[in-house]
Nanobody
Framework: VQLQASGGGLVQAGGSLRLSCAASGRTISGYTMGWFRQAPGKEREFVASIRWSDGRTNVKDSVKGRFTISRDNAKNTVYLQMNSLKPEDTAVYYC???????????WGQGTLVTVSS
């Protein structure tokens, strides 16, 4: 499976962005897909995930209510809708995936999100 992330950019605090991650190469019906982020000088952290088979989601507490993860089955694409963005959301956001019995082992390239104050 190849993952292609897009949608990053520069936005003012309080604004919104939607990230997309398109999966290709094989069926992803048995995968969980998600988003991680890495801010300058910090470790990569989990943001949100969605299980492809049933749409079950898991979202980092600090972004709940602001970020929503969703999927489009027909497009093999997962989205991260980010609202009410804060400067501390500034990071490189990575799309990732894992199979039922594996850890996060598939990664796309990062997309930079910059939130200005």
């Amino acid at each position: 499976v190849q993952l292609q992330a897009s949608g990053g950019g520069l936005v003012q605090a309080g604004g919104s962005l939607r990230l997309s991650c398109a999966a290709s190469g094989r069926t992803i019906s048995g995968y969980t897909m998600g988003w991680f982020r890495q801010a300058p000088g910090k470790e990569r952290e989990f943001v949100a995930s969605i299980r492809w088979s049933d749409g079950r989601t898991n979202v980092k507490d600090s972004v709940k209510g602001r970020f929503t993860i969703s999927r489009d089955n027909a497009k093999n694409t997962v989205y991260l809708q980010m609202n009410s963005l804060k400067p501390e959301d500034t990071a490189v956001y990575y799309c990732a995936a894992h199979g039922k019995y594996t850890d996060w082992d598939l990664w796309g390239q990062g997309t930079l999100v910059t939130v200005s104050s």
